[in-house]
């Protein structure tokens, strides 16, 4: 075995007593698990056992295993197993950026083609795991001082570098740039290999300083530089040197024993892997941060090798599974002095300086460089208050504090605290910055509270506001873009227009009201952050945009329009109409979050009960994929069409994990739902056919799948549509053809006897008609005969029976009122209100037997007084009565039958079709007039039968007599009319029927 070779079995022999990991100074945050994931035989690993970690140039993962004959692929979103040669002593395993997957062994180099593997004999070679795949044909290796490629076509190797160019020593290690960069470590210096347009290879070496021990492994770095782990001269242990390009700089960084040291995380970030026995802890070298494992953690195996990526990401092979650390998008600088430190409130002043206000102390930032300024002792500023923190024009830096006596005053030139004393017998309410070097502050006196302007020199009342009224404890000032002024406390908010004061409160069903923060969204539109919620105010009208906050303390819109809100549960992010929320998942300190704030540079900051944090939109860019797996899901739903979907969605190395995605779905074709973090839906009754359902996925820094998952699936048809039910149909129409063809046989064998029926039955159907034209008009007089009959009865009611019965009335008045004694007077008022309700019984029954306006007024008055009597008797449909108002001259008969037919028309509305609404229309049209009955019910069936009683067929054939006719219009559960139309008489008729009467 060569000495490669037994050097790496040494370093894999001395990887497995590692214990723990150790987190340098040179990054003491972002070492929670949260910026770790982990693979295992449960997230689809072949087993947990990790022997071996590769990176692909294109940064595809490839994990070894410890004795099976099987690697696996992870791409960043799915993981594939291949089986590899049984035979091959593995090394090492890369991927070309055409897909073709490599194996260096100790036999050579194997390629797969499909499903074949071919072994390709390479002289020089050894067992370094060194190598790089260029294209199908192409790779690159390392063999002792110097790079080789290899080309298939040729069977050959070729040096890259001349013997006066490989003098720095024997190659140590390899990292890929990119797809066309790679870099080579050597024994006393590095060679960065790159590939033209034309795949034409160019290489070029950096030595070390000529003072410096071998180098043992050099990283790119996506600024560029190369980070360079090296031997110490003259100590045990190894140091860093950074390379930017032009020369290399030390960092200081040294570890005894240490076993491996790799970069990772922002900038120079550097860990370090020390081989220590029977702990389980990660924690940084200040101490400032440790946590224990937990004991089913990945973190607690042995590591049995790394790699490293460009991105500052990198993967460790462990016993336990796969881990992979990477930075996070929230990010606290390490150089700022609010570790483990609540920053409430962040400014940026004229001169670009960034302040930050923290419990102990004010902080800037300028130019990349912090600096740290201790309150004066016993200051305490008011956390609870962001939004206080501001300059003056000379540059001066304004913060509120608990004492309400004066304000807190910061020097930048001296770096020296002082105190601003408003006027006397005056206590500071709250401080408003406005910009420019100028303050508004609300005093509180004796009379009430007052705002007045502060510009680093004197108080000056403004105008209209000296008398604010009371809104408890205020938080919040702001300008809209009208004008405006709005004033929000915890008791409500008020606005101030044109000198005007109004006040309002932010008031819904939870009973909050107040605000402790305001967000102008449009001329039109502001936001308010409460204590549980946040509202909207758009034109007037008040909703809730957000719930369950717990007091959103600062909102801001930054320059790509998301909104962000901080809150104690977390830090909100509103895009793609979807709220997200970033908490220690995501990298921040703390879940609980004071204030958000958008530097001139476009770059977000968060300040939170742990510190502050910057938020790197640009480390996760990658959208996340969606499934919606078959095997999770009906592809064929029941006729009654209920069917619940499932889905899931996998965001690129699970920078966001599947749990905390948000989905947007649709169905055939739709529109897009709003985002949320269900992943499944339920649908109830679909029609029967084929649906698609498409899903896409979102992650928490807004990244949106551009190719949604498609999912097909199809409802059953009723059994009368299923395939079955149509076979036998068409059988049974083939039985039926048959026999029609049977009876049309025996019909041709009968036409002869039909010829000579025919004659007979014509004559019978002549004397049939005849006898129906007279039973037709015996039908009419009968009724007209009943109609007399009943306007004869109803005058004897009315003239008789019902004047009788009010004379009786009259006179048991008088007796009551006059005569009758106390002991009487009871029963005699019993016998009045039974005679009052027998006469309005009679008036009732008169006009039901035939009422009196038909003959003494019209059909219209007739018409209308039905209508009043039907709905005051069946409250639940409301009639309605229209007459266009022209004269309609009718025979008494025709009156008469007209007046029959529609309270026939109308007691069906009432007793069959289950409306709402109903009206009875009539109008005049040249000689004729038309009755129209109205509704809106469930409307006529197909074929309308003749029933008991005046039935509709019994209404065409009176109207028939008369030369009238009736017509029926009816659409299923919307609306039905049924119009009766009737001949006009002429004038002389007119003229003679008034003589009659």
Same mark, same amino acid.
């Not at 003098?167 to 790679?182: K, Q």
């Not at 409500?492 to 305001?518: H, K, Y």
């Not at 007046?899 to 109308?906: F, I, K, N, S």
């Given at each position: 075995?060569?000495?490669?070779?037994?050097?790496?079995?040494?370093?894999?022999?001395?990887?497995?007593?590692?214990?723990?990991? %150790?987190?340098?100074?040179?990054?003491?945050?972002?070492?929670?698990?949260?910026?770790?994931?982990?693979?295992?035989?449960?997230?689809? %690993?072949?087993?947990?056992?990790?022997?071996?970690?590769? #990176?692909?140039?294109?940064?595809?993962?490839?994990?070894?295993?410890?004795?099976?004959?099987?690697?696996?692929?992870?791409?960043?979103?799915?993981?594939?197993?291949?089986?590899?040669?049984?035979?091959?002593?593995?090394?090492?395993?890369?991927?070309?950026?055409?897909?073709?997957?490599?194996?260096?062994?100790?036999?050579?180099?194997?390629?797969?083609?499909?499903?074949?593997?071919?072994?390709?004999?390479?002289?020089?070679?050894?067992?370094?795991?060194?190598?790089?795949?260029?294209?199908?044909?192409?790779?690159?290796?390392?063999?002792?001082?110097?790079?080789?490629?290899?080309?298939?076509?040729?069977?050959?190797?070729?040096?890259?570098?001349?013997?006066?160019?490989?003098?720095?020593?024997?190659?140590?290690?390899?990292?890929?740039?990119?797809?066309?960069?790679?870099?080579?470590?050597?024994?006393?210096?590095?060679?960065?290999? #790159?590939?033209?347009?034309?795949?034409?290879?160019?290489?070029?070496?950096?030595?070390?300083?000529?003072?410096?021990?071998?180098?043992?492994?050099?990283?790119?770095?996506?600024?560029?530089?190369?980070?360079?782990?090296?031997?110490?001269?003259?100590?045990?242990?190894?140091?860093?040197?950074?390379?930017?390009?032009?020369?290399?700089?030390?960092?200081?960084?040294?570890?005894?024993?240490?076993?491996?040291?790799?970069?990772?995380?922002?900038?120079?970030?550097?860990?370090?892997?020390?081989?220590?026995?029977?702990?389980?802890?990660?924690?940084?070298?200040?101490?400032?941060?440790?946590?224990?494992?937990?004991?089913?953690?990945?973190?607690?195996?042995?590591?049995?090798?790394?790699?490293?990526?460009?991105?500052?990401?990198?993967?460790?092979?462990?016993?336990?599974?796969?881990?992979?650390?990477?930075?996070?998008?929230?990010?606290?600088?390490?150089?700022?002095?609010?570790?483990?430190?609540?920053?409430?409130?962040?400014?940026?002043?004229?001169?670009?300086?960034?302040?930050?206000?923290?419990?102990?102390?004010?902080?800037?930032?300028?130019?990349?460089?912090?600096?740290?300024?201790?309150?004066?002792?016993?200051?305490?500023?008011?956390?609870?208050?962001?939004?206080?923190?501001?300059?003056?024009?000379?540059?001066?830096?304004?913060?509120?504090?608990?004492?309400?006596?004066?304000?807190?005053?910061?020097?930048?030139?001296?770096?020296?605290?002082?105190?601003?004393?408003?006027?006397?017998?005056?206590?500071?309410?709250?401080?408003?910055?406005?910009?420019?070097?100028?303050?508004?502050?609300?005093?509180?006196?004796?009379?009430?509270?007052?705002?007045?302007?502060?510009?680093?020199?004197?108080?000056?009342?403004?105008?209209? =506001?000296?008398?604010?009224?009371?809104?408890?404890?205020?938080?919040?000032?702001?300008?809209?873009?009208?004008?405006?002024?709005?004033?929000?406390?915890?008791?409500?908010?008020?606005?101030?227009?044109?000198?005007?004061?109004?006040?309002?409160?932010?008031?819904?069903?939870?009973?909050?009201?107040?605000?402790?923060?305001?967000?102008?969204?449009?001329?039109?539109?502001?936001?308010?952050?409460?204590?549980?919620?946040?509202?909207?105010?758009?034109?007037?009208?008040?909703?809730?945009?957000?719930?369950?906050?717990?007091?959103?303390?600062?909102?801001?819109?930054?320059?790509?329009?998301?909104?962000?809100?901080?809150?104690?549960?977390?830090?909100?992010?509103?895009?793609?109409?979807?709220?997200?929320?970033?908490?220690?998942?995501?990298?921040?300190?703390?879940?609980?979050?004071?204030?958000?704030?958008?530097?001139?540079?476009?770059?977000?900051?968060?300040?939170?009960?742990?510190?502050?944090?910057?938020?790197?939109?640009?480390?996760?860019?990658?959208?996340?994929?969606? =499934?919606?797996?078959?095997?999770?899901?009906?592809?064929?739903?029941?006729?009654?069409?209920?069917?619940?979907?499932?889905?899931?969605?996998?965001?690129?190395?699970?920078?966001?994990?599947?749990?905390?995605?948000?989905?947007?779905?649709?169905?055939?074709?739709?529109?897009?739902?709003?985002?949320?973090?269900?992943?499944?839906?339920?649908?109830?009754?679909?029609?029967?056919?084929?649906?698609?359902?498409?899903?896409?996925?979102?992650?928490?820094?807004?990244?949106?799948?551009?190719?949604?998952?498609?999912?097909?699936?199809?409802?059953?048809?009723?059994?009368?549509?299923?395939?079955?039910?149509?076979?036998?149909?068409?059988?049974?129409?083939?039985?039926?053809?048959?026999?029609?063809?049977?009876?049309?046989?025996?019909?041709?064998?009968?036409?002869?006897?039909?010829?000579?029926?025919?004659?007979?039955?014509?004559?019978?159907?002549?004397?049939?008609?005849?006898?129906?034209?007279?039973?037709?008009?015996?039908?009419?007089?009968?009724?007209?005969?009943?109609?007399?009959?009943?306007?004869?009865?109803?005058?004897?009611?009315?003239?008789?029976?019902?004047?009788?019965?009010?004379?009786?009335?009259?006179?048991?008045?008088?007796?009551?009122?006059?005569?009758?004694?106390?002991?009487?007077?009871?029963?005699?008022?019993?016998?009045?209100?039974?005679?009052?309700?027998?006469?309005?019984?009679?008036?009732?029954?008169?006009?039901?037997?035939?009422?009196?306006?038909?003959?003494?007024?019209?059909?219209?008055?007739?018409?209308?007084?039905?209508?009043?009597?039907?709905?005051?008797?069946?409250?639940?449909?409301?009639?309605?009565?229209?007459?266009?108002?022209?004269?309609?001259?009718?025979?008494?008969?025709?009156?008469?039958?007209?007046?029959?037919?529609?309270?026939?028309?109308?007691?069906?509305?009432?007793?069959?079709?289950?409306?709402?609404?109903?009206?009875?229309?009539?109008?005049?049209?040249?000689?004729?007039?038309?009755?129209?009955?109205?509704?809106?019910?469930?409307?006529?069936?197909?074929?309308?039968?003749?029933?008991?009683?005046?039935?509709?067929?019994?209404?065409?054939?009176?109207?028939?007599?008369?030369?009238?006719?009736?017509?029926?219009?009816?659409?299923?559960?919307?609306?039905?009319?049924?119009?009766?139309?009737?001949?006009?008489?002429?004038?002389?008729?007119?003229?003679?029927?008034?003589?009659?009467?």
């Amino acid at each position: 075995m060569n000495s490669g070779w037994s050097v790496y079995i040494a370093l894999i022999h001395a990887s497995r007593l590692a214990g723990f990991i %150790l987190l340098t100074a040179l990054y003491a945050h972002g070492m929670g698990l949260e910026n770790w994931r982990f693979w295992r035989e449960e997230n689809g %690993l072949k087993e947990s056992y990790c022997q071996q970690v590769f #990176m692909a140039p294109s940064g595809v993962i490839f994990v070894r295993y410890w004795e099976i004959p099987w690697i696996s692929r992870l791409d960043g979103y799915r993981v594939t197993h291949i089986q590899i040669p049984e035979e091959t002593q593995l090394v090492s395993i890369s991927e070309s950026p055409d897909e073709t997957l490599w194996l260096k062994s100790s036999e050579g180099l194997w390629r797969k083609d499909d499903e074949t593997w071919t072994l390709f004999s390479v002289e020089p070679l050894d067992s370094n795991r060194w190598f790089a795949p260029l294209s199908r044909d192409r790779v690159l290796y390392a063999y002792q001082n110097n790079i080789y490629e290899y080309n298939t076509n040729s069977a050959a190797s070729a040096p890259l570098l001349t013997s006066n160019r490989a003098a720095l020593g024997p190659i140590r290690s390899m990292n890929p740039v990119s797809t066309r960069e790679f870099i080579f470590g050597a024994q006393h210096g590095f060679y960065r290999v #790159m590939l033209d347009e034309n795949s034409e290879t160019g290489i070029s070496g950096v030595p070390l300083p000529e003072n410096w021990s071998g180098l043992k492994n050099a990283y790119p770095q996506s600024d560029g530089g190369v980070i360079c782990v090296v031997a110490s001269p003259g100590a045990p242990g190894d140091q860093l040197a950074y390379y930017d390009g032009e020369r290399f700089e030390s960092l200081d960084y040294r570890a005894d024993p240490l076993e491996a040291l790799w970069p990772g995380g922002e900038g120079r970030d550097v860990w370090a892997f020390h081989a220590i026995l029977h702990e389980r802890a990660v924690h940084s070298e200040r101490g400032e941060l440790s946590m224990t494992f937990d004991s089913d953690s990945v973190l607690t195996g042995d590591v049995m090798d790394t790699v490293h990526a460009p991105d500052g990401s990198f993967w460790l092979a462990m016993s336990q599974g796969l881990a992979r650390w990477s930075s996070s998008i929230w990010r606290t600088p390490k150089e700022s002095p609010f570790q483990n430190s609540l920053v409430f409130d962040i400014h940026q002043d004229d001169a670009g300086r960034l302040w930050f206000a923290g419990m102990k102390g004010l902080a800037s930032l300028e130019d990349g460089k912090w600096s740290y300024f201790p309150y004066p002792s016993g200051t305490v500023p008011r956390h609870t208050y962001p939004d206080t923190l501001g300059t003056l024009r000379d540059g001066s830096v304004v913060l509120q504090t608990l004492d309400t006596s004066r304000i807190l005053r910061f020097d930048p030139q001296t770096e020296t605290y002082s105190f601003i004393i408003p006027p006397s017998e005056k206590s500071i309410g709250h401080l408003f910055y406005q910009g420019g070097g100028l303050y508004w502050i609300y005093l509180l006196g004796e009379n009430g509270g007052e705002f007045v302007q502060y510009d680093g020199d004197r108080f000056t009342p403004l105008k209209g =506001m000296e008398r604010i009224p009371d809104l408890g404890e205020l938080r919040s000032l702001y300008k809209a873009s009208d004008g405006s002024i709005w004033i929000t406390g915890l008791e409500g908010f008020l606005v101030i227009r044109d000198g005007t004061i109004q006040r309002n409160s932010v008031m819904d069903e939870s009973g909050e009201q107040g605000a402790l923060t305001i967000l102008e969204i449009s001329p039109d539109t502001v936001w308010f952050g409460g204590r549980q919620h946040v509202y909207q105010w758009r034109k007037g009208v008040w909703s809730r945009v957000l719930s369950h906050v717990d007091r959103a303390r600062s909102m801001l819109i930054d320059h790509d329009g998301v909104i962000w809100t901080a809150s104690g549960a977390g830090l909100q992010r509103f895009q793609n109409n979807c709220w997200a929320v970033h908490s220690r998942m995501e990298g921040l300190p703390s879940a609980v979050t004071y204030k958000v704030f958008e530097d001139r540079e476009g770059r977000i900051w968060c300040g939170a009960a742990n510190g502050v944090s910057l938020y790197y939109p640009e480390t996760d860019v990658r959208a996340p994929e969606t =499934m919606v797996n078959a095997s999770d899901n009906p592809s064929v739903v029941s006729p009654e069409g209920d069917v619940r979907l499932v889905f899931t969605g996998r965001d690129f190395w699970d920078a966001t994990p599947p749990d905390r995605l948000y989905f947007s779905h649709r169905l055939d074709g739709e529109d897009w739902t709003p985002y949320s973090a269900q992943s499944a839906v339920e649908y109830r009754g679909l029609r029967s056919g084929e649906h698609v359902l498409n899903v896409r996925a979102m992650d928490r820094n807004g990244n949106v799948d551009s190719s949604p998952a498609e999912f097909r699936f199809s409802v059953l048809p009723p059994w009368h549509q299923s395939p079955v039910f149509l076979a036998m149909t068409a059988l049974s129409s083939l039985l039926a053809l048959a026999l029609a063809v049977l009876l049309i046989r025996r019909h041709l064998w009968m036409a002869e006897l039909v010829d000579s029926r025919t004659l007979e039955l014509s004559q019978a159907n002549r004397r049939l008609e005849a006898n129906a034209v007279e039973l037709r008009k015996l039908a009419a007089d009968v009724s007209l005969a009943e109609e007399r009959e009943r306007r004869l009865i109803a005058t004897d009611l009315h003239d008789r029976i019902g004047q009788a019965l009010a004379m009786c009335q009259l006179r048991l008045d008088l007796i009551l009122s006059r005569i009758a004694p106390e002991g009487l007077k009871k029963p005699l008022s019993d016998i009045c209100a039974l005679i009052e309700n027998t006469n309005q019984a009679t008036r009732s029954l008169v006009f039901e037997i035939s009422p009196p306006s038909l003959y003494e007024l019209n059909l219209e008055s007739a018409l209308e007084q039905l209508t009043v009597q039907m709905e005051r008797q069946y409250p639940e449909i409301h009639f309605e009565f229209e007459d266009e108002g022209s004269d309609k001259p009718l025979e008494g008969d025709v009156r008469y039958l007209i007046y029959r037919a529609a309270r026939e028309l109308v007691t069906n509305v009432i007793k069959h079709s289950k409306a709402r609404h109903a009206k009875v229309s009539v109008a005049a049209d040249g000689d004729s007039i038309s009755v129209s009955v109205i509704d809106d019910g469930v409307g006529l069936p197909p074929r309308e039968t003749r029933g008991d009683g005046f039935g509709l067929y019994s209404i065409q054939e009176r109207l028939h007599q008369i030369g009238g006719r009736l017509e029926i219009e009816s659409e299923p559960h919307r609306k039905t009319c049924v119009t009766i139309i009737a001949p006009l008489v002429r004038t002389g008729a007119r003229k003679r029927e008034h003589h009659n009467e």
